[in-house]
C-alpha cells in the first residue's frame, strides 16, 4: 500500500502539485520526459525484441509511435483551433460560462504484454497530461522497458505523480481497488480479468473505466474477388490477410482471427494461402535475411528483412496454440501449411511456432469463436451472406473487421450496412488496426468500452467542469477579480 499513498499524496483531493499546474507545465514536464526516454530508445528496442520477442523492426516502430502519439496529442491541445483545451468566457443567453477539462483523480493502468510501450502510454500520457496521478501495474511479461523508464519518470515529473507496481495482477491489483482509492481504471487485456478487477472495487458505479479487450476480428472475402480478371486483386487480398493475420505472430488485438471464404473456392484458397504462410521468414527477432529487392529506388539489390515469425512469450501460450489445433483437428480440420504447429529448437524448451493454418473451420471447433492471440490461422467456408452476418450479430467481441471486394455494391453493401452497427470499424480491402491515431479506436460488446485516439483518449481520462455566473455587474465585477 505504499504506492498507494505516495499517488494519494500527489493527488491531494485534486490539490497536489501536479493536478494544480498548468496545462502548459504539464505539457513541459511530459516534453522533457521523452527527451529523456529518446536517450533509452535503443536499449528499450533491444529489451522488446529480447524479453516478448518482437522483431527489431516492428520493436522500433513500436517506441517511435510511442513517441509520435505523445507529440500529436500535445500538437492537438496546443492547436489554437481546439476549443475543448483553449476555451474563453462564452454567454449563453443571460448566462457567461467558462468550461475547462480536469483531472479524475487516481487512475490505476494497467498494459499488456504484447506492445508494453505504446498501449500503456496510450492511456498514460493523456492521463497524465490531464492532472490526474498514475499508479502502473508493470505487465508480468514485459515490463522490463517500464524498467528503463523509471529513471526519467523520477527526473521529468512531481514525487509520486506515476507510481510502479509489479508482481502478480491478481495478487496485487484487488487490494489496491478494494480500498475505494483508486477513480478510474485503464486495463488493456482481458475481458474476465477487467470484470473481476472491477467488482473487487467496493463502489464500481463510480469507477471512471476505459478497457480494450479481446477481438475475433474478421477477414470477408467475397465471391466476386474470385472470378476471372480478379487475380491481382486477390493476391493482394491473401497477402494483406496473411499480414493482418500474423504480424507479431497474430498477437495483436486488431490481428484477423478468422477467415471468411466461399465455399466453393475455399479448398483452392487454402492452398495458396497456405503457400504463401511457407514462405514467411521464421526465426529470433534480431535474425536478418538478405532478399532481392526489385524496387527501382532502391540502389542495392538486396535489402535486409527480419523474422515474420518469432517466439511466443512463454509456454502458456504454446499450451494454448496447441489445445486450439488439437480441437480443430479432432473435429475435421487439418493443418494445411507445411510443418504448421511445429516447435522450431526443440518441444519442451523453444516457443517458436511454425503458424498452423487450419482448413476447414466450423463453428463445432473452439478456434471458430475463441480469440487464438497467436499464430493459429482458420479458414471457415461459407455457402451465403447470412453466415457472416450471423457471426457478426452474435459474436462476443464488435471491434473490427476487413471485406475484401472488387464492388462496391451488392453483398459488400449488405455487409458494411449490417456491421455499421456491430463493430467499432470497418476495413475495406485491408487489414484491421488501429492507426491512425487522430481516428477514433473503439470497439463494442466485449471488445471495448471508451475511445482511443490522439483526442479521444484526452476526453476519456477527463471530465468537464463548468463555471458560470449571471450577467449582471455584482458577478461580473467577483469574476474579474478572480480571473
Same mark, same amino acid.
Given at each position: 500500500?505504499?504506492?498507494?499513498?505516495?499517488?494519494?499524496?500527489?493527488?491531494?483531493?485534486?490539490?497536489?502539485?501536479?493536478?494544480?499546474?498548468?496545462?502548459?507545465?504539464?505539457?513541459?514536464?511530459?516534453?522533457?520526459?521523452?527527451?529523456?526516454?529518446?536517450?533509452?530508445?535503443?536499449? *528499450?528496442?533491444?529489451?522488446?525484441?529480447?524479453?516478448?520477442?518482437?522483431?527489431?523492426?516492428?520493436?522500433? %516502430?513500436?517506441?517511435?509511435?510511442?513517441?509520435?502519439?505523445?507529440?500529436?496529442?500535445?500538437?492537438?491541445?496546443?492547436?489554437?483551433?481546439?476549443?475543448?483545451?483553449?476555451?474563453?468566457?462564452?454567454?449563453?443567453?443571460?448566462?457567461?460560462?467558462?468550461?475547462?477539462?480536469?483531472?479524475?483523480?487516481?487512475?490505476?493502468?494497467?498494459?499488456?504484454?504484447?506492445?508494453?510501450?505504446?498501449?500503456?502510454?496510450?492511456?498514460?500520457?493523456?492521463?497524465?497530461?490531464?492532472?490526474?496521478?498514475?499508479?502502473?501495474?508493470?505487465?508480468?511479461?514485459?515490463?522490463?522497458?517500464?524498467?528503463?523508464?523509471?529513471?526519467?519518470?523520477a527526473e521529468a515529473l512531481p514525487s509520486g505523480v506515476v507510481n510502479f507496481?509489479? #508482481?502478480?495482477?491478481?495478487?496485487?491489483?484487488?487490494?489496491?481497488?478494494?480500498?475505494?482509492? $483508486?477513480?478510474?481504471?485503464?486495463? *488493456?487485456?482481458?475481458?474476465?480479468?477487467?470484470?473481476?478487477?472491477?467488482?473487487?472495487? @467496493?463502489?464500481?458505479?463510480?469507477?471512471?473505466?476505459?478497457?480494450?479487450?479481446? %477481438?475475433?476480428?474478421?477477414?470477408?472475402?467475397? @465471391?466476386?474477388?474470385?472470378?476471372?480478371?480478379?487475380?491481382?486483386?486477390?493476391?493482394?487480398?491473401?497477402?494483406?490477410? $496473411?499480414?493482418?493475420?500474423?504480424?507479431?505472430?497474430?498477437?495483436?488485438?486488431?490481428?484477423?482471427?478468422?477467415?471468411?471464404?466461399?465455399?466453393?473456392?475455399?479448398?483452392?484458397?487454402?492452398?495458396?494461402?497456405?503457400?504463401?504462410?511457407?514462405?514467411?521468414?521464421?526465426?529470433?527477432?534480431?535474425?536478418?535475411?538478405?532478399?532481392?529487392?526489385?524496387?527501382?529506388?532502391?540502389?542495392?539489390?538486396?535489402?535486409?528483412?527480419?523474422?515474420?515469425?518469432? @517466439?511466443?512469450?512463454?509456454?502458456?501460450?504454446?499450451?494454448?496454440?496447441?489445445?486450439? $489445433?488439437?480441437?480443430?483437428?479432432?473435429?475435421?480440420?487439418? $493443418?494445411?501449411?507445411?510443418?504448421?504447429?511445429?516447435?522450431?529448437?526443440?518441444?519442451?524448451?523453444?516457443?517458436?511456432?511454425? @503458424?498452423?493454418?487450419?482448413?476447414?473451420?466450423?463453428?463445432?471447433?473452439?478456434?471458430?469463436?475463441?480469440?487464438?492471440?497467436?499464430?493459429?490461422?482458420?479458414? %471457415?467456408?461459407?455457402?451465403? !451472406?447470412?453466415?457472416?452476418?450471423?457471426? #457478426?450479430?452474435?459474436?462476443?467481441?464488435?471491434?473490427?473487421?476487413?471485406?475484401?471486394?472488387?464492388? #462496391?455494391?451488392?453483398?459488400?453493401?449488405? !455487409?458494411?450496412?449490417?456491421?455499421?452497427?456491430?463493430?467499432?470499424?470497418?476495413n475495406i480491402n485491408s487489414q484491421c488496426g488501429r492507426s491512425p491515431d487522430?481516428?477514433?479506436?473503439?470497439?463494442?460488446?466485449?471488445?471495448?468500452?471508451?475511445?482511443?485516439?490522439v483526442m479521444d483518449a484526452l476526453r476519456e481520462f477527463s471530465i468537464p467542469?463548468?463555471?458560470?455566473?449571471?450577467?449582471?455587474?455584482?458577478?461580473?465585477?467577483?469574476?474579474?477579480? !478572480?480571473?
Amino acid at each position: 500500500m505504499t504506492v498507494l499513498e505516495s499517488a494519494k499524496r500527489a493527488w491531494n483531493g485534486g490539490a497536489g502539485t501536479w493536478p494544480q499546474m498548468s496545462l502548459a507545465g504539464r505539457i513541459e514536464a511530459l516534453e522533457k520526459l521523452f527527451l529523456k526516454l529518446a536517450d533509452k530508445r535503443e536499449e *528499450i528496442v533491444s529489451i522488446l525484441m529480447w524479453e516478448i520477442g518482437k522483431n527489431r523492426k516492428d520493436a522500433e %516502430a513500436e517506441f517511435d509511435r510511442t513517441v509520435s502519439f505523445a507529440e500529436q496529442t500535445i500538437a492537438a491541445i496546443k492547436s489554437p483551433s481546439n476549443n475543448e483545451f483553449n476555451s474563453d468566457w462564452e454567454t449563453i443567453g443571460k448566462t457567461r460560462a467558462f468550461v475547462r477539462r480536469a483531472a479524475i483523480g487516481i487512475i490505476l493502468c494497467l498494459g499488456p504484454f504484447n506492445y508494453p510501450l505504446n498501449e500503456t502510454y496510450a492511456t498514460l500520457i493523456p492521463a497524465l497530461l490531464m492532472g490526474n496521478v498514475v499508479i502502473m501495474k508493470i505487465p508480468t511479461i514485459g515490463g522490463l522497458a517500464h524498467l528503463l523508464a523509471m529513471e526519467a519518470f523520477a527526473e521529468a515529473l512531481p514525487s509520486g505523480v506515476v507510481n510502479f507496481v509489479s #508482481g502478480s495482477g491478481r495478487e496485487t491489483m484487488p487490494p489496491l481497488m478494494k480500498t475505494a482509492s $483508486i477513480d478510474g481504471l485503464a486495463f *488493456i487485456g482481458g475481458s474476465a480479468a477487467a470484470d473481476s478487477l472491477i467488482k473487487s472495487h @467496493p463502489e464500481p458505479h463510480r469507477l471512471k473505466l476505459f478497457l480494450q479487450l479481446e %477481438a475475433k476480428n474478421m477477414a470477408i472475402f467475397l @465471391p466476386d474477388l474470385f472470378e476471372e480478371g480478379n487475380k491481382h486483386a486477390l493476391d493482394r487480398a491473401i497477402s494483406e490477410t $496473411i499480414t493482418g493475420s500474423l504480424s507479431y505472430n497474430g498477437q495483436r488485438c486488431t490481428a484477423l482471427k478468422i477467415i471468411f471464404v466461399p465455399g466453393e473456392h475455399s479448398e483452392a484458397f487454402s492452398k495458396v494461402f497456405a503457400a504463401k504462410v511457407d514462405s514467411l521468414r521464421v526465426g529470433l527477432p534480431w535474425q536478418t535475411w538478405e532478399e532481392e529487392c526489385d524496387a527501382p529506388e532502391v540502389n542495392s539489390k538486396k535489402t535486409k528483412k527480419y523474422a515474420n515469425i518469432t @517466439p511466443l512469450p512463454g509456454m502458456k501460450r504454446v499450451a494454448y496454440m496447441n489445445k486450439l $489445433i488439437s480441437d480443430a483437428t479432432s473435429k475435421g480440420a487439418s $493443418i494445411v501449411n507445411t510443418n504448421g504447429g511445429s516447435i522450431l529448437g526443440g518441444e519442451t524448451e523453444s516457443t517458436l511456432m511454425i @503458424p498452423a493454418v487450419l482448413y476447414p473451420v466450423d463453428a463445432t471447433m473452439d478456434i471458430y469463436e475463441e480469440e487464438q492471440f497467436g499464430p493459429v490461422v482458420p479458414i %471457415a467456408p461459407y455457402d451465403d !451472406i447470412g453466415t457472416i452476418l450471423k457471426y #457478426g450479430r452474435e459474436g462476443k467481441y464488435g471491434q473490427q473487421c476487413s471485406i475484401f471486394t472488387t464492388q #462496391g455494391h451488392g453483398s459488400a453493401a449488405t !455487409i458494411l450496412d449490417h456491421f455499421s452497427s456491430v463493430f467499432g470499424k470497418v476495413n475495406i480491402n485491408s487489414q484491421c488496426g488501429r492507426s491512425p491515431d487522430t481516428l477514433p479506436f473503439s470497439g463494442r460488446r466485449s471488445s471495448a468500452l471508451g475511445v482511443m485516439s490522439v483526442m479521444d483518449a484526452l476526453r476519456e481520462f477527463s471530465i468537464p467542469t463548468v463555471v458560470t455566473y449571471k450577467e449582471d455587474g455584482f458577478s461580473s465585477s467577483v469574476v474579474e477579480n !478572480i480571473s
